[in-house]
């Protein structure tokens, strides 16, 4: 079947039997061409309550205007910058817990991973004098493992997620404690590679605008020939005034972000390292037969068996990941204070770390979220931080807010489901 | 219609520690033909839809496909000959959309990364030479109804061009309409030269779409009959083992009463 795009056909019915009765089925979801099918899309989606990313963006900006309305430095170059090199910890953490969530599990044990991470890294490089790259390779590889251990107990035995992870927490804070020894805090060359991941920055103005372009070309050209693709191939396909306004938004954003950059010091390395990440992670999920296997099983598990995916295997590999990804946000968190010490991954680390996947529009029940999501949840949470921060407001105010706007979350992901139940697309 | 059955059954027994499930059961399905297997719970319809799918392997007897003894002792065995079952529990992930359960487990690739499109428009093809109306290919099975959710699982077994295809009372939870959908399905899969074995506790269904009527009770074969030349009465006295049962005493009493 052809698409005829001057005309106004359903372009996203099953075509109709050559023999088969005419009549389309009043239900069927057809969508118009142009931006009158985007609206009326939209209206569907609304009463469906499949609302995506919308309430985080309207809370995000409206975060920003409080704040900004109380102190006019939010705004301001320097803060958003240590906004965003700050909230790379946390997010490079919540990305590996999206993939846990995705599950439909949780893994409790991160705070506690990440510190070990960094221990592992300054005992090894500094007390050691092992070379300082050898020490990263080498907590990441612990973190990864960790992971698969916890994995392992969980898919294998059948022990519970939430208890296998629990008992991580505590066993690897323990860890933690014994091998950073009697003195507690060993402080991390500030020249050195883990110094470097959160003070670097490409100072060269063209090193953020490059990323900008690299970014939105690299969108518009996957979109444009996807879509070109999909026309050829004769299946409904986007217009293209729809992926020029997508990439005309995606570049406000980035060059945005550049210019803002550049007001500063530059690009700053972390926030390099966290868009690669994210923009890896997302591939992975939502491009390979691996991703279609972890969505699968936050479905169901019993489906996934049947289709022939080795579910232990998936569990454990996903684990993993939560590990790794733990292990490097601990890095991260090295870097930012200049040491590893005893408070490492504790405090309201690993709460932020599931919140700002929670609030970034990751379900907690399994099969529904997005990388990104961690990036938009991890903003809300650092700018909330900055923001009261710069107000002078005390950290207890600071937890009753986070808490409050991860139950909001919390409670508009609820209510979601039974919207979607009600209309049937749950 | 075709000398050789696709798949034919020669005195099949399976025991269950003391149970004897299935005993000396025969039972023919040709191309192009739909089988009701009937029965009362307990019957052994589902332990000889599991022997045949291959999870469990007989104990006693042969199975022959297309003319040739054959051994199935795992799931496997029986995809890789041809057999596709559609199990009641449909097994379906609600959270992927219908192009993504459908090559669930066996997804197109093309240089390691999915391919949607091929994906999509083999979906779309798939879909429409079976007839099949769904809102679109491109939202979760959440969306759909249980018969949209049925056309779908039968649609899904179809994609490894299976020979044979086994439903599991693929209308026990639908409404009159759905149902009508998947009965028509069924008469698209024999117009393919499908062999279709139905499991059925519905007698209008039975009726609607079979072409022969194969009754166990008690684990044991109670006969074979042609749809056409059969009335219910007689399948249902088969499946009861008596022509004095239940459903004919209430038979009985009601026409007695209308007479009044």
Redesign the interface.
Do not use: H, Y
């Given at each position: 079947m052809s698409i005829d795009k001057t005309q106004a056909e359903p372009v996203d019915a099953p075509a109709v039997a050559a023999d088969a009765a005419p009549a389309v089925d009043p239900r069927l979801l057809v969508r118009e061409q142009g931006f009158a099918g985007y609206v009326t899309e939209f209206k569907r989606k609304m009463r469906a309550g499949d609302l995506g990313a919308l309430p985080v963006v309207v809370g995000l900006i409206a975060i920003c205007a409080i704040f900004q309305s109380l102190n006019s430095a939010f705004l301001g170059a320097e803060n958003l910058n240590n906004i965003f090199v700050a909230m790379v910890a946390t997010g490079m953490m919540s990305v590996g817990i999206i993939f846990v969530l995705l599950l439909g599990e949780i893994d409790l044990s991160v705070g506690s991973v990440s510190g070990v991470s960094s221990a592992i890294t300054a005992v090894m490089s500094v007390t050691h004098g092992v070379n300082e790259w050898l020490a990263v390779l080498a907590a990441l590889a612990a973190g990864a493992v960790i992971g698969a251990l916890h994995g392992f107990f969980f898919a294998r035995i059948g022990a519970p997620a939430f208890a296998v992870t629990l008992a991580g927490l505590l066993f690897w804070n323990g860890f933690m404690l014994q091998i950073l020894g009697s003195n507690g805090t060993i402080n991390i060359d500030g020249d050195g590679v883990v110094g470097k991941l959160t003070t670097y920055y490409f100072s060269d103005v063209a090193a953020a605008y490059l990323l900008a372009f690299v970014a939105v070309a690299g969108y518009f050209l996957s979109a444009f020939l996807g879509n070109r693709r999909r026309a050829l191939a004769g299946i409904p396909s986007r217009p293209l005034s729809d992926i020029v306004l997508r990439t005309a938004l995606l570049a406000v954003a980035a060059f945005g972000v550049a210019v803002m950059f550049n007001q500063y010091k530059g690009l700053p390395l972390a926030v390099l390292l966290f868009v690669v990440v994210l923009v890896g992670s997302d591939f992975v999920l939502r491009r390979t037969a691996y991703g279609r296997k972890v969505f699968a099983l936050g479905g169901s598990v019993e489906a996934s068996r049947r289709a022939g995916i080795n579910v232990t295997l998936v569990r454990v590999s996903v684990f993993a990941i939560a590990g790794f990804f733990a292990s490097v946000g601990g890095l991260f968190w090295a870097s930012k204070i200049a040491a590893a010490n005893q408070s490492a991954g504790s405090g309201d680390l690993l709460m932020n770390v599931i919140a700002a996947a929670v609030i970034g529009g990751t379900s907690l029940f399994g099969g529904r979220g997005r990388t990104w999501n961690a990036l938009l949840g991890v903003l809300v949470i650092t700018s909330i931080q900055y923001g009261l921060a710069l107000q002078g407001i005390a950290t207890p105010i600071q937890y009753m807010i986070t808490g409050g706007v991860l139950l909001a979350t919390v409670v508009i992901d609820s209510i979601t489901r039974k919207t979607q139940k009600s209309a049937g697309r749950a | 219609m075709s000398a050789t059955p696709v798949l034919a059954l020669r005195g099949v027994s399976k025991r269950f520690g003391a149970v004897q499930a299935l005993t000396d059961v025969e039972l023919e399905v040709h191309a192009g033909e739909v089988v009701a297997l009937v029965g009362d719970n307990g019957a052994g319809k589902s332990t000889l839809v599991k022997t045949i799918a291959g999870v469990h392997p007989i104990d006693d007897g042969v199975i022959e496909w297309e003319g040739r003894p054959v051994t199935v002792n795992r799931p496997h065995d029986a995809q890789n000959l041809g057999i596709a079952t559609v199990y009641q529990?449909?097994?379906?992930?609600?959270?992927?959309d219908v192009v993504?359960?459908l090559f669930?487990?066996?997804?197109i690739?093309r240089r390691?990364?999915?391919d949607e499109?091929?994906m999509?428009?083999r979906s779309?093809e798939l879909?429409?030479?079976l007839?099949?109306?769904?809102?679109?290919?491109?939202?979760?099975i959440?969306?759909l109804?249980g018969g949209q959710r049925q056309v779908v699982a039968i649609a899904r077994s179809m994609l490894g061009e299976p020979k044979l295809v086994i439903l599991d009372e693929p209308t026990a939870a639908l409404g009159v309409e759905q149902t009508a959908q998947v009965l028509d399905l069924v008469e698209r899969l024999r117009e393919r030269g499908l062999a279709v074995i139905l499991i059925s506790h519905n007698m209008a269904d039975v009726k609607a779409v079979a072409d022969k009527v194969a009754v166990l009770r008690l684990g044991r074969n109670n006969g074979v009959f042609e749809v056409k030349t059969t009335s219910q009465e007689e399948i249902i006295s088969a499946i009861t083992g008596a022509t004095d049962n239940a459903v004919t005493r209430r038979a009985a009493r009601t026409t007695a009463e209308a007479q009044k």
């Open positions: - | 529990d449909l097994a379906l992930c609600d959270n992927i993504g359960n669930l487990g066996r997804e690739k390691g990364v999915l499109v091929e999509e428009r779309r879909l429409q030479t007839s099949i109306r769904i809102p679109s290919v491109r939202i979760p959440a969306s109804s």
